[in-house]
RNA sequence: CGGGGCGUGGUGUAACGGUAGCAUCCAUGCUUUGGGAGCAUGUAGUCCGAGUUCAAAUCUCGGCGCCCCGACCA
């Protein structure tokens, strides 16, 4: 007989501080979000995972319609021409496309080969603005058709040499905003109003802290006059950009003819911008927030925020059991939490490691002995606190512990990033920074885009964003080349 | 595209050139159920092709596939 008392239960879960890669893969498998694909570099995302996405979409929607953007649909498969149009964003993108050239596929050898080659080949999506303009420019004629937002939730695939699931894959998920306003200070705002959009997402209910800035020259996208970005810190002190809004100024507009006549009955080209955020943000909510027991979830986005484990073993304890459970479930209901009843057959140790490698915030434990005492065992997933819960202040004490997980969560974001974030004055302090310590550098740069390179070769840190809050029109020396800087610079390694 | 490594049940692994074994998962039954249950029974495997050999998971050659490092990644 083996007792189970004694048996030391090994961990499935690599120790962050041991291999934080390894982890990372190890929490994602554990909680059960992805499963590896045929296809080299794409991923299957389960419904565990899913339901992330799926949240994520039931929360940005609603921001995106209170800045009067609405949903559409374009097509997956770009005309290659449609590419050659704009200069930068060609040059941008070409590396990576999957190119589609034929209809069709013919046996030969007992193996099918493509057949019917296409014409012009076509490209799947890796970003939609060139088919999205292209509708644009018929859809647009007078001032009055002004402003156009729409939004498309879809895949897109980009052809990445080295992948990790969530963070980096061939094909992913994603929402793009398109707009086209009369002008430019109207797409200048949007460009500021839609990361603020993402900002608030990633902090209120993600429970990311992230700093809002404006990319670098060399960081920006491909065809935007500038990109505002958000940029988080991983629990490893890498940086992950987590949302993008790009002011396109005219470039595409004059590339796909987007014009329109004023009032004065001139043409005039429309001023643009695309913002987007995509799968890759629930790579960010794993590496932020878990830890070595598994995956963590904030509550606002998790979606079961309670789990309820019945322990019993007869039928008259089930019975007893049960009749509580369903009490608590109508409780639940009425107040809008979310929650799942694990009633599987099956030991509840079992369930309880099981779903706090999912990472559902707060567990109830309902047996004989609560049914008994009118109470209830509550767990807390991040710091493992156990409180017993008398039956009448239930549901006031699932709220408020929700609440302070997602101010616990934040704040612990917030604290560490804060916390890892240096401010040097040249470039050996610098140096020695990056190479000690994990985190931010923020510090002067001047506006050569070969400073930035060198110190990327040098060091392996890039420009991450100039922060909107205290980075621009801040004078100082470039730490590179000593040349006069307008701009203060937060630099860091990044995913 | 360069450098390195690896292909054995669904998963993880072992086997000097000589009976393919262990763990786990899955299935069935009984006993269990407040922190990863126990016992019994069962299903299931050497990437493909050629060669060497009495004999190949093992050696050789070729193919295919996968992983890691680099290049690449608004």
New binding site residues.
């Given amino acids: 007989?083996?007792n189970?008392?004694d048996?030391k239960?090994?961990?499935?879960i690599t120790s962050r501080s041991e291999d934080f890669?390894q982890w990372y893969l190890d929490v994602i498998k554990e909680a059960d979000l992805s499963d590896?694909s045929p296809v080299?570099g794409c991923m299957v995302i389960k419904p565990y995972g899913y339901a992330i996405w799926e949240k994520i979409q039931s929360i940005l929607n609603p921001e995106f319609k209170k800045v009067g953007a609405q949903n559409a649909y374009f097509p997956l498969l770009i005309p290659v021409s449609f590419l050659e149009k704009e200069a930068e964003h060609v040059e941008?993108f070409a590396?990576?496309c999957a190119v589609v050239t034929h209809h069709r596929l013919e046996e030969k050898d007992g193996k099918l080969i493509p057949s019917g080659e296409l014409e012009e080949p076509f490209v799947i999506r890796p970003?939609s603005e060139t088919i999205i303009y292209d509708a644009f420019s018929k859809w647009i004629r007078s001032y009055r058709d002004l402003p156009v937002l729409v939004n498309q939730w879809c895949n897109v695939m980009?052809w990445?040499?080295?992948t990790r699931p969530f963070l980096?894959t061939v094909e992913f998920l994603w929402q793009e905003g398109h707009t086209a306003y009369d002008t430019k200070e109207g797409a200048e705002k949007n460009t500021l109003d839609m990361i603020e959009v993402y900002r608030k997402f990633a902090e209120e209910y993600l429970a990311i802290s992230v700093v809002k800035g404006i990319?670098t020259e060399?960081?920006?996208?491909?065809g935007a006059d500038y990109?505002a970005t958000i940029e988080a810190m991983m629990q490893d002190g890498k940086a992950l950009?987590s949302g993008?809004s790009h002011m396109l100024g005219q470039n595409f507009s004059k590339s796909f003819d987007v014009s329109f006549l004023d009032q004065n009955q001139e043409k005039q080209y429309v001023w643009q911008t695309s913002w987007?955020m995509s799968t890759r943000i629930i790579g960010a909510l794993i590496m932020a927030h878990s830890d070595d027991k598994g995956l963590v979830l904030p509550p606002k986005i998790a979606q079961y925020q309670v789990v309820i484990i019945p322990?019993?073993?007869s039928d008259e304890e089930k019975k007893v059991v049960f009749e509580k459970v369903e009490k608590i479930k109508a409780d639940l209901d009425k107040e809008n939490i979310s929650y799942k009843v694990d009633d599987r057959?099956?030991?509840?140790?079992?369930k309880?490691?099981?779903w706090?490698?999912k990472g559902v915030p707060l567990r109830l434990?309902?047996?004989?002995?609560?049914v008994a005492k009118n109470s209830v065992?509550i767990?807390e997933r991040l710091q493992?606190k156990?409180d017993f819960v008398e039956d009448a202040n239930l549901i006031s004490f699932i709220k408020s512990a929700l609440e302070g997980m997602h101010k616990t969560l934040f704040e612990n974001s917030k604290n560490f990033r804060e916390g890892h974030t240096y401010e040097v004055s040249n470039y050996e302090e610098f140096k020695s920074t990056i190479e000690s310590k994990i985190g931010f550098v923020y510090t002067h740069l001047c506006e050569d885009k070969a400073c930035e390179e060198k110190i990327k070769e040098e060091t392996g840190a890039s420009t991450r964003c100039i922060p909107l809050d205290g980075g621009l029109n801040n004078k100082g020396k470039c730490i590179y080349c000593g040349k006069e800087a307008n701009r203060k610079v937060l630099l860091g390694k990044a995913y």
């Fill in positions: 007989m083996s189970n008392s048996k239960v090994e961990n499935k890669s590896s080299r941008g590396k990576e970003t980009r990445e040499l080295r980096r990319k060399s960081e920006k996208f491909a990109t950009q993008t987007g322990i019993c073993g057959e099956g030991r509840p140790g079992f309880f490691f099981e706090e490698r434990e309902i047996g004989p002995k609560d065992v767990v493992g156990k």
